[in-house]
Structures are given as C-alpha cells and as structure tokens.
C-alpha cells in the first residue's frame, strides 16, 4: 500500500480563489512588519506578498532595521493599530536577539481587531470556547482543517495525536481538534514512550521541527499522517516524518515541502478578510 498523497498547493489555490471576490469588494490591506534580515522569513514574507498579489489585496512592508529598540518597535505597532487603513498587521518572527524575549509582550499590544496571526490572548481565548468563534485562528492549524476538509478526512469520533506543544501550531491544533469532536492526546519532549501513543493514532499531526522524528514503526497502518514540522538540513527541507517509509503504511500523507505549507499563507490572506468583515460590522 502507497499512501494518497496530500498536496496544499490545490487546496491553497481553491481557498484564496473563493477569497477574490470578497478582497475586491471589502478592499483589506495587510501589513508584515519585520526587523532585520532573517533568510528564513524573508523567504516566509514573499510568499506572503506573492499570495497578496494573486488575490488582489493591498499589501506593505515594514522592513524595521535590526538594532532597532522595542520602543521604536511599540510605537510602529501602535501606529498600525491606529490607522484605520490597515486591516491587519503581522510582526514577522523570529525577532533578533535582543527583541526575542519581548515577542509576548509585542504580540499582546497587537489590537486584537487587526491580529491576522491568531497569536494573542483574545483570539486563542475565543477559540477554546467553541468552533464557531475560531473567527481569527492560528494560520497553520487553520490551514490543517482546510485540508482535511478538502480531502474529506473525517475528524469526529477519530483518535488524534499532536506531537509539538507550540503556542502557534501544536497547542491550538490541539483545541480545534476537540472542537471538532476529536479524542486528542498531546504529546512533547517529556512524553515518555512516543510510540505507545502515536501508533494509537487514527490522525497523528507532528509540529516539532526535528527530521525525521517519526519512523514507520511509529505509525498506526492506516492512519493519516499530517507534517507541519520543517527542518533545513544539508538535502533540503525535511519533515518531522519519514516520509518515505511512513507513505508504506499510512493511508494519507502530507509531503514537506510541498504539504501545509500553502495553506499557512492562504489562511492568513483569509484571517485578513475575515477581519475587514468583523471591523465593518462593528463600525455599523
């Protein structure tokens, strides 16, 4: 048995064309806010841009120099919070290292209204409280229930493993999995026995960022294996998967690249959207 393979590029097409008609009507801008140069997020940043120009929507960058102080950075935060212009704003990370420790103070001044990122405590707070106030979400988990729908992968009455326990991908994962009526089990670098569990899993999603983490063995024949994780190593890009085993014996896969990764921009294109709708219901 060879696994389908599952690709993000169809399902990240289908969402942001069903996103063009309303950007031309609302007009929404997004604004990346970066400091200094990281090769990493200047590769995130024009993937970002490039999806913005595919769909029409407005967009800026706000390349900040990279000895910049937080004040500076708090006050172009607070301007973007201010200029009714702006849709949503994001602070690309990893910040340098004398800003790093300050990113969940920065993401807390983030107007939760302009939040495209899903990052700070009001938008996550909305989101334990049921699927139908995941009005702005984390990107990537977003992007992971596109795909699944897309794919007619049922959710419901499933048992599912998250491996990785990030603030950003691991933990909301988790949360919108039971909002969908998953049984979940987190696991992470205390787990002890990681194969106990993952070979339990009918839905096993790993966010960890350590190659080829998970191994045939590891795998339940049959289940549906979703990478998020991704590391750069000497060959390229490679997942938390072994992806060439593991396609051996789960009935579904993600490939890295190539898998998720699409689907991270097209939800963040449409987080923007969805908040130019709930700015204008409450400016009524």
């Known amino acids: 048995m060879s696994a389908r393979l599952l690709l ?20 929404p ?9 990281d090769p990493a997020s200047d590769s995130y ?3 970002k841009f490039k999806a913005c120009e595919a769909v029409g929507m407005r967009s ?35 910040l340098p290292p004398h800003l790093q420790p300050h990113v969940p103070e920065v993401t807390r001044a983030i107007d939760p209204k302009k939040d495209v990122d899903g990052f700070g405590a009001y938008n996550l707070g909305k989101m334990f409280l049921s699927k139908d106030f995941e009005h702005l979400p984390p990107a990537t988990p977003a992007g992971v229930f596109e795909m699944l729908k897309f794919y007619n992968i049922e959710v ?39 194969a106990f569990f993952t070979t339990q899993a009918d839905l096993l999603f790993t966010a960890v960022g350590k190659a080829n983490l998970i191994t045939k063995e590891m795998v339940k024949p049959g289940a549906v294996v979703i990478d998020i994780g991704v590391t750069r190593t000497d060959k390229g890009l490679r997942g ?7 396609k051996e014996v ?35």
């Open 8 to 27: 993000g590029k169809p399902v990240a097409e289908k969402l942001l064309e069903s996103l063009k008609t309303e950007i031309k009507k609302l007009d």
């Open 29 to 37: 801008k997004l604004v990346v806010v970066q400091v200094g140069n």
């Open 45 to 47: 940043i024009r993937q």
């Open 60 to 94: 800026e960058h706000r390349h900040l120099p990279e000895k910049i102080t937080l004040k500076k950075l708090m006050d172009t935060v607070a301007e973007l919070n201010s200029d009714p212009d702006v849709t949503g704003f994001i602070v690309q990370v990893p």
């Open 156 to 194: 419901s009455g499933k048992n599912a493993v998250v491996v990785g326990r990030s603030n950003i991908v691991g933990k909301p994962l988790a949360i919108m999995l039971v909002n969908r009526g998953a049984t979940v089990t987190v696991c992470h670098s205390r787990t002890k026995d990681l």
């Open 240 to 246: 938390d998967v072994d992806f060439d085993k593991v």
């Open 250 to 284: 789960a009935s579904a896969i993600t490939p890295v690249p190539g898998g998720v990764g699409p689907l991270t921009v097209a939800s963040l294109i449409r987080n923007c959207v969805t908040a130019k709708k709930r700015q204008m219901e409450q400016a009524n």
